[in-house]
């Protein structure tokens, strides 16, 4: 019986062992990879921490019949985003858009708005640009104010989203956007230099 004991206590000494060394080599492994990278999968987690309550509290609403009435369209749009405002009423800037994330995020885009091309760019920002959109996280994006395209060239600069969510460039402030709800989920300032 102690030598049957002995040995699982042996057996098990061991898988902790091997545990910590995982854990270590994890820990080892975090500090090899790109910090962009682990930004990325930070930008991700937090990008997927709004879309899980998204999800939710859209499935906690009526379920929307299919409809080209825009009334019905923008009160079902009305009653997701008062849901998500009142969920996350101590939403601020920085929540998605860490400081660090903004960095990269800006570097991201930097090269595509340097020369010739750059400039053509930094017009088409400038001729899109709407008035008077506040720059306020959990604020609806207005509905009098038109949606400025994002040139191609810097939407295949920064990380695929979600189809609920998109970027919009107002200025020069590059705004996450919920489709759905209308509303401003977090903001850049100062993204386009």
């Not at 996280?137 to 979600?162: D, F, G, I, S």
């Not at 998109?166 to 709800?181: M, S, W």
Request: glycine share 4%; net charge neutral.
């Amino acid at each position: 019986m102690t030598k049957q004991l002995s040995r699982g206590l042996a057996v098990l000494l061991s898988c902790v062992a091997m545990a910590c060394a995982v854990e270590g080599d994890q820990s080892k492994a975090d500090e090899r990879v790109n910090p962009d990278a682990l930004l990325m999968r930070d930008f991700q987690k937090r990008v997927d921490a709004y879309m899980d309550l998204h999800k939710k509290l859209e499935k906690e609403s009526p379920p929307e019949k299919e409809t080209k009435d825009p009334a019905k369209i923008k009160a079902s749009e009305d009653v997701l985003a008062q849901k998500l405002q009142a969920a996350r009423a101590d939403a601020k800037a920085g929540d998605i858009f860490t400081p660090e994330i903004r960095q990269l995020f800006r570097r991201l885009m930097y090269p595509e708005l340097k020369g010739a091309e750059g400039a053509e760019t930094k017009q088409t920002l400038k001729d899109d640009a709407p008035k008077g959109v506040p720059m306020k996280v959990n604020a609806k994006y207005p509905e009098a104010a038109p949606l400025p395209t994002v040139p191609p060239n810097l939407l295949a600069a920064l990380p695929k989203l979600p189809e609920d969510l998109e970027y919009r460039i107002v200025n020069k402030d590059l705004i996450l956007r919920d489709v759905h709800a209308n509303l401003i989920v977090d903001f850049i300032p100062n993204a386009i230099r």
